[in-house]
């Protein structure tokens, strides 16, 4: 039977994570490790003590999102798990999710699931995805959309690190993430690293989970994640120039500044956030900073 190390990163998260954890099915098959980036009060522990039978992984310091997942992978490679599975804290699965996305499996696959809003559940947030050269970024399909209309199959070349299965044998060929981001766009390079070996992804819609989305971070345009997405996807373009088109770096740097301009007129302090992302990528400035 395949063994599958549930790895769900926590910071400052206690609530969500523990709703996660418990629509997670029991199999003793599976284990459940919990990454706790340094939270605050002790939440590792208290996690611990609510669901004795989890794994947790206690980091000192907030090592990111790529740094935390390494970190779990480490630890499914030496206990010779088969899979891992990325799962987003603040998600809440389907109870046969994991066991519809071993189904969808195939060699040289990652397979991921239908994600949908948490406050909208017939709504979807990821059916699928793909990378965008032109623009540097890459794009979720079906946002927004009704999710009936995205029950097929698909193979696409992006998946979000909100869920993915991937087969640990593949991690031989990927290597691990990439730890300079932080967080954001890390998935998006580890796509990447997926095409240059000839990896694809599976959408199987029949695996559905809930999404939280932007719970963790403050909201979509708190300074946290203004800043980290801005400077990342600088860092992104620069990491894999072969891959993206020339205008990748061009789409990016204009729609940045016209967002500058935007946000300055409405004296919004967003516009700071966005400036120092830029100086920063100038400057090959990656990993944590002091915001």
């Known amino acids: 039977m395949n063994r599958i190390a549930i790895l769900i990163i926590n910071y400052n998260g206690y609530k969500d994570t523990c709703e996660c954890i418990e629509s997670i099915p029991k199999n003793d098959s599976n284990e459940i490790v919990v990454i ?89 947030w990821y059916a699928g995805g793909y990378i965008d050269r032109f623009k540097g970024d890459a794009k979720h399909l079906g946002l927004n959309e009704i ?30 993430m990439n730890e300079e981001y932080f967080m954001y766009c890390e998935d998006v390079d580890y796509c990447i690293k997926m095409i240059e070996n000839n990896i694809k992804i599976k959408y199987v819609p029949t695996a559905k989970l809930l999404h939280k989305v932007s719970s ?22 620069k990491n894999h120039n072969e891959f993206f088109f020339k205008t990748a770096f061009l789409y990016t740097l204009l729609t940045r500044k016209l967002r500058i301009f935007i946000y300055r007129n409405k004296k919004n302090t967003i516009y700071k956030y966005i400036e120092k992302a830029i100086q920063d990528s100038n400057k090959n400035i990656s990993g944590k900073i002091n915001l």
Do not use: W
Request: with cysteine; hydrophobic share 35%; proline share 3%.
């Open 216 to 237: 963790s971070t403050g909201g979509e345009m708190s300074p946290f994640s203004t800043y980290y997405y801005t400077r990342n996807r600088f860092l992104l373009i």
């Open 36 to 124: 706790d980036n340094a939270s605050k009060e002790k939440e590792g522990e208290k996690i611990k003590e609510r669901f004795p039978n989890i794994h947790l992984i206690q980091s000192n310091k907030n090592i990111g999102f790529a740094g935390a997942n390494n970190l779990g992978i480490k630890y499914a490679i030496n206990n010779k798990f088969d899979y891992v599975l990325l799962l987003n804290n603040d998600t809440i699965i389907e109870k046969d999710m994991i066991d519809e996305l071993i189904k969808g499996e195939e060699n040289d696959i990652i397979t991921v699931p239908k994600m949908c809003y948490y406050s909208n559940p017939s709504v979807i």
């Open 147 to 176: 999710e009936k209309k995205h029950n097929k199959i698909k193979y696409c070349n992006f998946a979000t690190g909100c869920c993915m299965l991937i087969n640990l044998a593949l991690i031989k060929k990927i290597g691990y």
